[in-house]
T-cell receptor, first 113, second 114 residues
Framework: SQKIEQNSEALNIQEGKTATLTCNYT??????LQWYRQDPGRGPVFLLL?????KEKRKERLKVTFDTTLKQSLFHITASQPADSATYLC????????????FGQGTELSVKP | NAGVTQTPKFQVLKTGQSMTLQCAQD?????MYWYRQDPGMGLRLIYY???????DKGEVPNGYNVSRLNKREFSLRLESAAPSQTSVYFC?????????????FGSGTQLSVL
């Protein structure tokens, strides 16, 4: 069956370090993958999109990689700040789903000062 | 621009009651969606509307109905609420469905069914 997996355990890191979050998927061949940020009590907010033919994409302190062989995306936040504390969701287009976006359960990131 | 606006923010229902969740977007988007979010389950698609005048079932449509009233508004109705429908509901919109478009989400409705 199709599955998207993100680390269910919260990630705790020190301010200034690089946070790395993982998104693994099985039985999908997505054309693209998206990352969202969600703060408590709020809706998700789009951060980055990476296509299957792109290995890496950057936006300010954010970097996303997409390895279609490993079926994995890594999301990096460099020089992390307490304001980066949130839950991060990956989402991809399900195969044969007509563009339906499937979400992982999210990983909570906590950046300590 | 308000983006995507959902009402109400909180609601408590008794089993068997009905209610409608309202959603409106002011970004002239074609596609609109209703998701529910439960702990450990991620966001799951209930219904979507690819364009005005069309609606389709998502992953978990049972117990829900939707209406795409016009291009701006997409409502979700629970005809007879059940405790299993206790969840946080999010409305979202995008320019076009299935064209690697990002989703814009509302702030959610927290629904408790007792």
């Amino acid at each position: 069956s199709q599955k998207i997996e993100q680390n269910s355990e919260a990630l705790n890191i020190q301010e200034g370090k690089t946070a790395t979050l993982t998104c693994n998927y099985t039985n999908y061949s997505p054309a693209y993958l998206q990352w969202y940020r969600q703060d408590p009590g709020r809706g998700p907010v789009f951060l980055l999109l990476i296509r299957e033919n792109e290995k890496e994409k950057r936006k300010e302190r954010l970097k996303v990689t997409f390895d279609t062989t490993l079926k994995q995306s890594l999301f990096h936040i460099t020089a992390s700040q307490p304001a980066d504390s949130a839950t991060y969701l990956c989402a991809l287009e399900g195969a044969n789903q007509g563009g339906k976006l499937i979400f992982g359960q999210g990983t909570e990131l906590s950046v300590k000062p | 621009n308000a983006g995507v606006t959902q009402t109400p923010k909180f609601q408590v229902l008794k089993t068997g009651q009905s209610m409608t969740l309202q959603c409106a977007q002011d970004m002239n988007h074609n596609s609109m969606y209703w998701y529910r979010q439960d702990p450990g389950m991620g966001l799951r698609l209930i219904y979507y509307s690819a364009s005005e005048g069309t609606t389709d079932k998502g992953e978990v449509p049972n117990g829900y109905n939707v209406s795409r009233l016009n291009k701006r508004e997409f409502s979700l109705r629970l005809e007879s609420a059940a405790p299993s429908q206790t969840s946080v509901y999010f409305c979202a919109s995008s320019v076009l469905r299935g064209k690697d478009e990002k989703l814009f989400f509302g702030s959610g409705t927290q629904l408790s069914v007792l």
